[in-house]
């Protein structure tokens, strides 16, 4: 038996309870353009389509989605408000201005803009000249405004991206485009844009911009398609293709959406239409467990009881192909063994949703109950069990593997 499938079966035995087995076939399998694909179901969390989601790419103009959570979220903390003003210094104008010949906002050299102006003419118009504005107000340097949006990523759960600038602009620390970012966490970074953000969101839909007597269409061509698509950005970068992150809204479900690798402008247009009108037509919400439901138990060593139940504190619902319903399958996931004394609402473990053979949704579980410490004998029993259990793994472990 090859040593990683004994480590897997360890896994299963030691840590997790399987409550279903998954299929072996993942039905109605989606193919797309893109080289790299994430795409999830808003209000259950249901991955939908994955592709090389985890797959670092350069952000190109889509580092401009950072920059705007990075403002957003100094907005709704206090720390800077929609009429505070910052000044356009030569840098901005010069690499995002006119001068550049790029997405800018027109805003003149030496001039001062309002916040809310300049997150217009970021959402509206991908406007470099704005995202220096912005970066050079708040963090001094577009060097430390990067630190800063890279800081951002993690606290909102983007756990490897780095961004070096406020444009995606090629820079010395990255030739190719302003750092590196993944589909799954391009989709983080739209889920708290839209989800925590919803006063602000409304400019990535917005269709025009007029500032400083500048009349400017918005950037996106997709707002176009009238399939309720309401944001967010378009992205590109010399060698990796074209890149977009969407999120589209219709009769009450709204899907997040990101792609990369694409070879044209029109194949971005074409294949985020295709992806998004399959993720909106074939699937169903299918709720497969209760709010407070027990799902299942976990062992508990040295307690009052042997086992403590696992539940959800919210219902669990998937997001599911519409002909091929009963597919699903779930398994718990805990560090093994819970040691007592136990605490009621304890987060004890993960349920993992699996449609066939793909994960299509992770959530925590809790404890129904608190479970007191066991009498002296109940926790020298359980004590001399763990060992026994515990020797017996490592006894596994260490048995030579067949040639």
């Known amino acids: 038996m090859p040593k990683r499938l004994i480590l897997l079966l360890l896994f299963l035995i030691g840590i997790g309870s399987t409550i279903a087995e998954a299929q072996p076939a993942t039905p109605g399998a989606f193919e797309t353009k893109a080289a790299q694909a994430f795409m999830i179901e808003a209000s259950t969390g249901t991955i939908l389509l994955a592709k090389s989601e985890d797959q670092p790419i350069s952000p190109a103009s889509l580092a401009k989605l950072m920059t705007l959570d990075v403002v957003f979220d100094a907005v709704g903390r206090g720390e800077i408000s929609l009429d505070t003003e910052y000044p356009v210094s030569e840098n901005a104008w010069r690499t995002g201005g006119a001068p550049s010949r790029a997405s800018t906002m027109f805003a003149a050299l030496k001039s001062r803009v309002r916040v809310g102006d300049l ?42 991206a780095t961004f070096t600038n406020s444009t995606g602009l090629p820079d010395a620390e990255n030739p190719t485009g302003g750092g590196k970012v993944s589909m799954r966490e391009l989709v983080t970074l739209a889920q708290d844009l839209q989800q925590k953000h919803r006063d602000l969101y409304k400019y990535f839909g917005q269709a025009d911009f007029t500032w400083n007597k500048i009349y400017q269409r918005n950037k996106n061509p997709l707002l176009l398609l009238n399939i309720g698509i309401d944001g967010l950005g378009l992205g590109f970068a010399d060698g990796e293709g074209f890149s977009i992150v969407a999120s589209v809204e219709r009769d009450g479900r709204r899907l997040f959406l990101a792609l990369g690798g694409l070879k044209s402008d029109k194949d971005r247009t074409e294949e985020t239409r295709r992806v998004l009108e399959w993720g909106l037509s074939n699937f169903k919400s299918q709720r497969i467990f209760a709010a407070g439901e027990v799902i299942g138990d976990a062992s508990v060593y040295g307690g009052a009881q042997s086992t403590v139940g696992l539940l959800a504190k919210t219902p669990v619902d998937v997001y599911v192909p519409a002909d091929t319903p009963d597919r699903l399958s779930a398994r718990i996931v805990y560090r093994w063994p819970l040691t007592a004394p136990v605490a009621e609402g304890y987060a004890a473990g993960t349920l993992r949703v699996f449609l066939g053979a793909r994960l299509v949704r992770e959530l925590p579980l809790y404890t129904k109950e608190s479970i007191a410490r066991g009498t002296l004998g109940r926790r020298a029993l359980d004590a001399f069990m763990e060992l026994t259990e515990s020797l017996l793994f490592s006894w596994l472990w260490d048995k030579p593997l067949p040639s």
Do not use: K, W, Y
């Open 119 to 160: 997150i217009q003419g970021v959402a509206v118009q991908q406007a470099n000249d704005g995202c220096i504005v912005l970066a050079e107000g708040m963090s001094v340097s577009e060097r430390e405004f990067g630190r800063r949006m890279t800081a951002r990523a993690r606290e909102i759960g983007m756990a490897r």
